[in-house]
């Protein structure tokens, strides 16, 4: 085999593993200067780390590109560590102090502690561990395994799409996520078809490219309909002040 052929072939695997967790560094990078969370949602991480736990046991009875668990123990392992940084900075600005074992619904993932959220993932794994070991022979469980787990995160940036159709508005949206969004959803795409991976992971990439266009389509269309509703008065008023 040629060295490029090699690379041609080695390459895109390593993306595949670290592609995923890259965006989320200048994320990291940020909080830790800025000692704020700012709007960041620790549920993204929470949706994450369960979609790629699912992942993995989904390998137990549907075989798929090493590259590909590979990429989901990187992005438990980022998610871990930007679940930890929000935590620390949350906590060190004083507010009350809440913990899993108090059992309010209202502070799930809002603890004080990341030891309780390393307990709530493996107590996760234990539980999931339990059925699969159960189900283990049943091709149907780990059909619906992986759609669990694949959908979880296609599905990951629908709360942006349902927020800009609420607000009628992209603004304070950046451009340049959602594209990064998109080319690294056509490569996955595009990944999982040249390499003929299972159904779900065809899919669920499709969907999760589906999605980009359509919050890349919100952005135009919001932006001609603002352009479309300016008032002509205003218009002129902004005129006649210029000509003053």
């Not at 929000?86 to 108090?102: P, T």
């Not at 451009?175 to 999982?192: R, S």
Request: proline letters at 3%; a neutral charge; aromatic letters at 18%.
């Amino acid at each position: 085999m040629s060295i490029v052929s090699f690379l041609l072939r080695f390459l895109p695997d390593v993306f595949m593993v670290f592609g995923g967790a890259l965006p989320y560094l200048p994320q990291y990078q940020q909080i830790r200067e800025t000692r704020t969370t700012g709007s960041f949602s620790k549920h993204v991480c929470l949706v994450l780390l369960i979609a790629n736990s699912l992942r993995i046991f989904f390998r137990v009875g549907e075989i798929y590109e090493t590259a590909l668990i590979l990429q989901a123990v990187v992005m438990i392992f980022a998610m871990f560590a930007l679940v930890e940084l929000v935590v620390r900075v949350n906590h060190s600005k004083g507010r009350s102090e809440r913990f899993m074992g108090d059992m309010k619904p209202e502070d799930f993932w809002n603890w004080s502690f990341f030891v309780d959220y390393l307990q709530f993932i493996v107590l996760f794994w234990i539980v999931t561990a339990f059925i699969t070991y159960i189900f283990l022979h049943s091709p149907t469980y780990f059909s619906v395994l992986g759609f669990l787990a694949l959908g979880t995160e296609a599905f990951l940036a629908t709360p942006q799409l349902w927020n800009n159709y609420q607000n009628k508005s992209t603004t304070g949206m950046s451009m340049f996520m959602v594209m990064g969004w998109l080319i690294g959803d056509i490569f996955k795409t595009g990944y999982f078809i040249f390499l003929n991976q299972p159904f779900q992971f065809v899919l669920c990439g499709s969907l999760q490219v589906t999605v980009d266009c359509l919050i890349i389509c919100q952005v135009f269309y919001y932006k001609s309909s603002s352009k479309m509703t300016v008032d002509p008065e205003d218009l002129t008023a902004v005129r006649r002040e210029k000509a003053a």
